[in-house]
Nanobody, 114 residues
Framework: VHLVESGGGLVQPGGSLRLSCAAS????????MSWVRQAPGKGLEWVSD????????YYADSVKGRFTISRDNAKNTLYLQMNSLKPEDTALYYC????????WGQGTQVTVSS
């Protein structure tokens, strides 16, 4: 199982970023997938997850209405569109397999700062 996140970076408050997670080594299309983040000095925080078909999505209250999770099963790729970013969204963002994650990527850093 291999999960590789990309798309992080430095963005001003109110800006947008789109994270991607390229999956390999397993049948991507049959698994729930999740995004989890860890802010500096804090524990892991679940952000969002999506069912195998992509038609059911779930969000933490802290990101609801601003973030959108999606997937392309033909490309074995998971996405997280992040809009209206706030400084408190600064974190290392991980994609993970399953709702109770069993495999994780290495993470991509998102920094929201002016």
């Amino acid at each position: 199982v291999h999960l590789v996140e990309s798309g992080g970076g430095l963005v001003q408050p109110g800006g947008s970023l789109r994270l991607s997670c390229a999956a390999s080594g397993f049948t991507f299309s049959i698994y729930y997938m999740s995004w989890v983040r860890q802010a500096p000095g804090k524990g892991l925080e679940w952000v969002s997850d999506i069912n195998s078909g992509g038609d059911n999505t779930y969000y933490a209250d802290s990101v609801k209405g601003r973030f959108t999770i999606s997937r392309d099963n033909a490309k074995n790729t998971l996405y997280l569109q992040m809009n209206s970013l706030k400084p408190e969204d600064t974190a290392l963002y991980y994609c993970a397999r399953n709702r109770a994650p069993d495999y994780w990527g290495q993470g991509t850093q998102v920094t929201v700062s002016s």
